[in-house]
């Protein structure tokens, strides 16, 4: 063991002080008992998760943990399985289990008959029992934590390739411990390691205490996965490791070795590499599912459980929006095509959805540019420079416009008409504001030469490039 | 910044305030609403530098012009002076010195006007409409910084009609922004490259963009030394991206959020998802702000990854929005954006730009 182990005991509930066999059915307790929604039935991770999901859908506030014994029933405290429990309660629960041992040991031994060696040993002996009941455990927990960040911090989007690749890679591959679970089911023996790698590894993280509470929201979103896997038998939820590492890899911000991790993970993996924004276009988006949980602070509780059934898809849908993931779990993505899709309300309306889902509808008109490219494409905006030979820069451009940009058909038929009024529109504003206005600078070029210094003969006879990227639909 | 609050300094005056017969949202968050305000689409707004005393809130306009007030600290807007160029006005800046402003416009020209001489020369020269407009101050040397939908990136000694250099981006600059030494562009088609600006411009990194949808808006942030790390990207698809450059842990430090749509809980509508049109970070808080074409703004806190606040719905798209030097004043323009397209836009419509008070709202979120 290279490093001091936080847990040597059996995992134990900080709320109510109950024992456990294991951390999943620790988290899994205190999800049913300590962190659950008492209006909805929503099981939250933490209680400071609970607090906000209270909050923010029931607008309701809740000060203490339900079913907490006394003194333990702070709201505030992010508690996860046994992590986030503060040390003097940690110390406290230490001696306490210690006395408690040290008691059943010694009415053990007073009913031997060697009482004074035995008590020597007999006081050693719980804690070499604990120790060695922890040592396979901690043979793994060592090369687990490590290197152990990189799994978990190039698991997002990793888990699906995580798959494939991943023959006998025991012990000796510790880097790919998270993608150990999908391989699992044939290897009975790798079962223990990684049962017992999920627990060590939550506490082991020194550093994420003052870490994660300000992150209170993606917490949710990660631990949902995590201890679902790790609860039920591996083999058996082959689907859900998947997500699994993608959601634990938040959990375990450790810098440095993240990034190294994540570069051996690509050797066995085809992974996307630790800088997530680059190469891979699916890299960013298996990344936002998450991320998209994590950050929407209004919606975080919402979106969990959705975004748990909906991330495998979603990671295979790189093209598709996001709203639909968070808007429903119906993930409607199928639809992808989205000028062919038809506006559900104004007919005459060109601005139609860009998004494809059934649920959602993007407030933007449907040609790739942006707004400003469309609103200058308007004949009332086209007076830029005087173009030699054209009295009315417009003239020119509307035709063009009625050619190249089909969905604007409400345009050029109005364009003639428009014009007029806002001749007069223009010419007022001008006048109203205290005069400043230099000398050479007529409001509108209109045919008065007003060529700028810098001006040359060739950007004077270019079609205003607006209209180029409409030319290219 | 002292009183911002209810003093009647409506500068247009009974426009819906006092009992107007019509129940006029233009207006809901019962702003300061600026005087004279542009007859167009606000495109722009920009504060004046520290460098200068006072608030002079520049903004530019689908007018053609670029208008000038002085923000006073009673909340009175004075305006001052207007500039005109020969198309919409896309983007201004300020100089360092509070002496000049650059303003960018659709004629393909980029203008430096002289405040204290109220003359505005061209500096600038693209072959497309200037989308972004930005003044670089380095150590070794000075210079304007244009972004157009020509697909390239100029910057230029305002002396000289030629550009002292010119990047070839993939795409059209649709958004850009500027803090020494960094400066981070936003394309057509997704394109986000950055840039460092250290002896001289040169692209940084591309980077594949945190969003799937067209990139509306972007905005440097610094860290806690005042160094900028990172930045938030707006896109159409009413969602913002946190992206740091050189992250501990990219997975877990970048992330979006959703923002601008209607029907948070119910899920029985669809969901509008508006656009987001700007994204301003406080210069003290390091909190955003963000408004978007659903006609509210809102403060968020990144590092608590939580919303601060999100205003009630005005009747109009926002357009911009911009924070003074010191943070106590945010102002945000209320026009169309042509979200939704042609059919929508009513020329007779007012446009406005209202000024807040930002002291207290914008404080981050006390992390637990």
Redesign the interface.
Known sequence: MGRKKKKQMKPWCWYCNRDFDDEKILIQHQKAKHFKCHICHKKLYTGPGLAIHCMQVHKETIDSVPNAIPGRTDIELEIYGMEGIPEKDMQERRRTLEQKSQESQKKKSNNQDDSDDDDDDDEAGPSTQQVAAIQPQAGYVTPMTQPGMPPVAGAPGMPPAGYQGMPPMMPGVPPMMHGMPPAMPGMPPAMMPIGGMMPPMMPGMPGIPPGMPPHMAPRPGMPHIAPAPAAGPIPSRPAVPAAQPAVTKPLFPSAAQMGSGVHSNTTGVSSPPADLQSASSQTPFSNMPQAQQNASGATASSSLSTAASSDPPKATFPAYTQPSVSSSSSSSNPSSSTVAKPPATVTSKPATLTTTSATSKLIHPDEDISLEEMKAQLPRYQRLIPRPGQAHAAAPPVAAVGSIIPPQQGLPPQQPGMRHPLHGQYGAPPQGMPGYMPGGMPPYGQGPPMVPPYQGGPPLGMRPPVMSPAGRY | MSLFGTNSSFGTGGTGVFGSTTTDSHNPMKDVEVT?P??D?I?CLAFSPPTMPGNFLIAGS????V?CWEVQDNGQTV?K????H???V?DVCWSDDGSKVFTAS????AKMWDLNS?????IA?H???I?AIHWIKAPNYSCVMTGS??KTLKFWDTRS?NPMMSLQMPE?C?CADVVYPMAVVAT??RGLIVYQLETQPSEFRR????L???H?CVAIFKDKQNKPTGFALGS????VA??YINP?????D?????CH?S???N?TT??????VNAISFHPVHGTLATVG??GRFSFWDK?????LKTSEQLDQPITACCFNHNGNIFAYASSY????????YN?QKKNYIFLRNAAEELKPRN??
């Open positions: 004279s542009p007859d689409s495109s689908w007018a053609n012009d208008r305006p002076a207007q500039q005109m020969t198309g919409p896309l659709c004629d393909k020209t109220n003359q505005a020369m061209q020269q072959d497309g409409p989308k939908w020509d009609p059209r649709y057509a088609e980077i594949d963009s945190p799937k949808h067209q509306r159409i698809e009413g969602r946190i992206h501990p842990n990219p997975a877990k970048n992330f979006t959020f959703k749509r029907n948070g809980t899920t669809p969901q509008d998802i508006y656009a074409s659903d590092d608590a990854r939580t919303k954006d042509w979200s939704k397209g042609h059919e929508y020329p992390k637990k």
